[in-house]
């Protein structure tokens, strides 16, 4: 037994031989719209047409994503003081266009040895960033780079 929907025609409850032969009558396909349903639901409908709905549905829903784009920025343990705002500024403009930022510091050689200068540059690059956006986690080591992630404000 299958509920059956169509165009022009009510919902009705048949058995599927019979579900059949209703839509190979019209010219057209039985199609199974939702298996779950008790009863199943199918629908009379040309199945190339079914398909092609379906594609154009799958293709809005894309379009109407958004798409995340990390942009990534690089320091070191030592970066100076011009280099800090120079890199600020191309984090600004890019959590400004709704990018978010991924801001690392990279350990060369011996120079794991300062994981806290590596920190202290991370948090006060967060905090230079707060009203353009927000840090999603703490600064976390990951191999010779100590990372951390920061989201634009809404």
Do not use: W
């Not at 800090?84 to 890019?94: P, Q, R, V």
């Amino acid at each position: 037994m299958v509920r059956v929907v169509g165009e022009g025609m009510e919902p009705t409850i048949y058995p599927i031989k019979e579900a059949i032969k209703l839509a190979y009558d019209q010219g057209l396909d039985l199609v199974e719209i939702s298996p779950n349903a008790n009863p199943p639901v199918c629908k009379v409908i040309e199945y190339q047409k079914f398909l092609y709905e379906i594609k154009k549905k799958q293709k809005e829903m894309k379009a109407n994503s958004t798409k995340i784009v990390i942009k990534e920025i690089r320091l070191s343990p030592q970066t100076d003081e011009h280099d800090f705002d120079f890199k600020l500024k191309h984090a600004i403009k890019f959590l400004q266009e709704g990018n978010k930022v991924k801001v690392d510091v990279f350990f060369k050689g011996r120079s794991i040895l300062y994981k806290e200068q590596g920190e202290t540059q991370l948090l006060k690059f967060a905090e230079a960033l707060l009203e353009y956006g927000k840090p999603e986690a703490m600064p976390r080591l990951e191999g010779k780079r100590m990372l951390m992630i920061i989201a634009p404000k809404k």
